[in-house]
């Protein structure tokens, strides 16, 4: 008598049956592998039944009451601006760590470091040059698209109830996003990033009340140095990724269980 527990569905029988293409096979053999281990389908029902469910409890968007599907045509492209955000977020998230394999910020108390490494990987790394150029300019589409991106939430009044929650995420990614720029900015400690960082004390500095304790904490005194470096390196590389990751996952996950709200 074997043990081994038996098929109550023959699902080997079931795919011999029907002339499937080889990608098929092999995603319906991994599918089932997983499934015997870990319940995939389970739990992908799940959340199938509690998408419907939140789906169908939201009220109707403008083009579904009215039947306007093909009236906005020309809205479209623009819907596709918090996808091609978060495309960009994941391009600057790859390239930057890359770059971060030869970026060494000031270890010895002497911030040129910072600058040395920056020379090193665009003038002698292979392909350096593409890399850092690749994590720069993904960075400045996403400040672009995440920008517009807001725009068209707030000109096509996709921000009102019951979206509003989501509104205000937007708004907490769309600081992060600028945060995740300036400390990025200040990593070269070149003339620029030195006079951008200056203008950053001065900032905190003007600061009713706790001005002086807010350029402690970020920038480690009243003048630029080894330790202000150190602050954005932590907080660009560390810090704000989990943080931002975190919170785009929690944005995209209501757009999900709310569906794209259509131009009014």
Request: aromatic share 16%; net charge negative.
């Amino acid at each position: 008598m074997s043990l081994e527990r038996k098929d109550d569905h023959d699902h080997k029988g079931w795919m011999q049956e029907r002339d499937l293409t080889p990608v098929e096979t092999t995603y319906l053999t991994v599918l089932m592998w997983l499934d015997k281990r870990l319940r995939v389908v389970d739990y992908l029902e799940i959340l199938e039944d509690l998408y419907y469910k939140v789906n169908m409890q939201m009220p109707k968007s403008h083009t579904e009451q009215y039947n306007l599907d093909n009236k906005f045509w020309y809205w479209y492209p623009l819907y596709a601006l918090g996808s091609f955000s978060t495309i960009a977020y994941v391009v600057a998230a790859i390239s930057g760590a890359l770059l971060g394999f030869y970026y060494s910020p000031a270890t010895t108390g002497d911030p040129t470091t910072a600058y040395n490494s920056i020379t090193f990987i665009m003038t002698e790394l292979r392909f350096g040059f593409f890399l850092r150029s690749l994590h720069r300019w993904s960075a400045q589409v996403m400040v672009a698209a995440v920008f517009l991106h807001m725009l068209r939430v707030y000109f096509t009044g996709a921000y009102k109830e019951p979206r509003e929650l989501n509104w205000i995420i937007g708004i907490v990614l769309i600081s992060l996003t600028m945060v995740f720029g300036y400390t990025g900015y200040l990593l070269p400690w070149d003339q620029l990033a030195f006079w951008a960082g200056q203008i950053g004390v001065e900032m905190s500095l003007s600061v009713p009340v706790a001005g002086e304790w807010v350029a402690q904490l970020l920038f480690g005194g009243f003048s630029l140095s080894q330790s202000t470096l150190q602050r954005m390196y932590i907080l660009h590389v560390f810090f704000l990724p989990f943080i931002t990751t975190a919170i785009i996952a929690i944005h995209i996950g209501i757009v999900w269980m709310q569906g794209i709200a259509e131009p009014h």
